[in-house]
């Protein structure tokens, strides 16, 4: 006889995909991230993993080969392999330091190939442009790779805010920050400004503010005041850069180690940013939504694992009493996929359904809007409006 709990036990119960026709992928950029796509791809049973490119020479070959994919053909170059008809590619997996995000994704839609971009959007808010226009004109899907979206907890974030439990939302404080954690144990692509362009901002900042934003429903940012620093970063004595080997590194910092902003959003929101890839901190703080009927506090993550760092908390008022709620964290139900799993699935799905992409470019506009904004507002030393140019 069934235990009367079982009925009780959340199930991850798996979808049935038809794996009649193949979509076939390749993937450009065959760096650090491109492995987990790669490997969240050959959990699908409905692609084909077909081609593989890189700049540096052997690069792309040498990844197949480690995979005991040695059949995969490989390209010098993102847009010599989406040009190659006789691909006949799908979709690509975009997996390129951020620099060369906006040239491989205009250069994959205008080939008429379905696009999965790893986040950042770009570097700048002209750029993301630019991929939206040829988004629009190749009528194929450009998904951007935020898999903490798809996070449950995450989306409980998402439906708190969306309920209207905590009435006007009017102030929201976010951000986080690791202790020590410039990312360098894999070379220098993340912080020298020729191939990265943005750091702390672009590589964990995108996340916090993607949390927030699209738990408010991404409304529009008006004004941003910004501030960027590189203390840690120029450091030849920072720890990271002696634990690896390269205190010449500190010579080739060239973005930003921590950044911070206030942030007006239409519909008289702001937001209060911080993030640091090094501080002299454990936390940079929880993200804090404050509202007239309520306030909800997102316990801050180790930065960033993807998800909420616990139990989210709303302090409210129900018949004049103050009252806080706890709203226990979701436990990962065994066996139900990786966030990173279900942001691959999810684009596949939509490649197949012809719907719309589960990171859509038009909200990931603001996004990239507000951290170009934070970089200009720096460099300036003032307040800027955010511009977006016609798409
Ligand atoms: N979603 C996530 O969890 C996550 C995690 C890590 C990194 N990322 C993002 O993924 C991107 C890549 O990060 P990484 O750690 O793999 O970097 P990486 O430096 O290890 O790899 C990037 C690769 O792209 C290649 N490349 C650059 N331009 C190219 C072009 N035009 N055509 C073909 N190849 C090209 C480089 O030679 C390099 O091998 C970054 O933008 C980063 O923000 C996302």
Request: aromatic content about 8%; glycine content about 10%; overall charge negative.
């Amino acid at each position: 006889m069934a235990n009367i709990l079982d009925e009780f036990k959340e199930v991850h119960n798996e979808a049935v995909i038809d794996a009649s026709k193949k979509l076939r992928i390749g993937i450009i950029g065959c760096g650090w991230i491109a492995k987990a796509h790669l490997d969240s791809y050959l959990k699908q049973p409905d692609i084909e993993i077909v081609a593989g490119a890189d700049i540096i020479p052997g690069k792309a070959e040498a990844f197949f080969k480690k995979a005991n994919m040695e059949g995969v053909k490989c390209y010098a170059s993102g847009e010599e392999m989406v040009n190659d008809k006789s691909l006949k590619l799908d979709a690509v997996s975009i997996c390129t330091y951020n620099r060369q995000h906006a040239p491989c994704a205009i250069q994959a839609l205008k080939a008429g190939v379905h696009v999965l971009l790893e986040k950042p959007f770009t570097v700048t808010t002209e750029e993301a442009v630019e991929v939206m226009k040829a988004e629009r004109e190749s009528g194929k899907i450009l998904s951007i790779g935020f898999q903490p979206r798809l996070d449950d907890n995450m989306k409980m974030v998402k439906e708190v805010v969306q309920s209207g439990v905590l009435g006007h939302i009017y102030y929201v404080q976010t951000g986080g920050g690791r202790r020590r954690g410039i990312p360098t144990p894999f070379g220098t692509s993340f912080i020298e400004d020729a191939t990265a362009g943005l750091g702390a901002l672009a590589d964990i900042g995108c996340y916090s503010l993607d949390m927030v934003l699209n738990s408010l429903g991404y409304p529009k940012p008006l004004t941003v005041t910004g501030v960027k620093s590189d203390f840690f970063g120029k450091d030849p004595n920072y720890i990271g850069y002696k634990n690896c080997g390269h205190p010449e590194y500190a010579e080739k910092f060239g973005v930003d180690d921590f950044a911070a902003a206030f942030i007006r959003l239409e519909g008289g929101i702001v937001i209060d940013f911080r993030i640091a890839w090094a501080m002299n901190l454990d936390t940079s703080s929880d993200t804090i939504i404050y509202g007239t009927k309520g306030s909800l506090r997102i316990p801050s993550t180790e930065c960033w694992n993807g998800s909420i760092g616990g139990d989210l908390v709303i302090y409210h008022e129900v018949a004049g009493n103050q009252v806080t709620t706890k709203l226990p964290m979701k436990k990962d139900v065994p066996g139900a996929p990786s966030n990173f799993d279900k942001k691959i699935r999810s684009f596949l799905d939509a490649i197949k359904n012809g719907t719309a992409a589960p990171v859509p470019s038009s909200e990931i506009l603001y996004n990239q809007a507000i951290l170009d904004s934070i970089a200009k507002s720096s460099d300036l030393g003032r307040e800027v409006e955010v511009v977006i140019p016609e798409i």
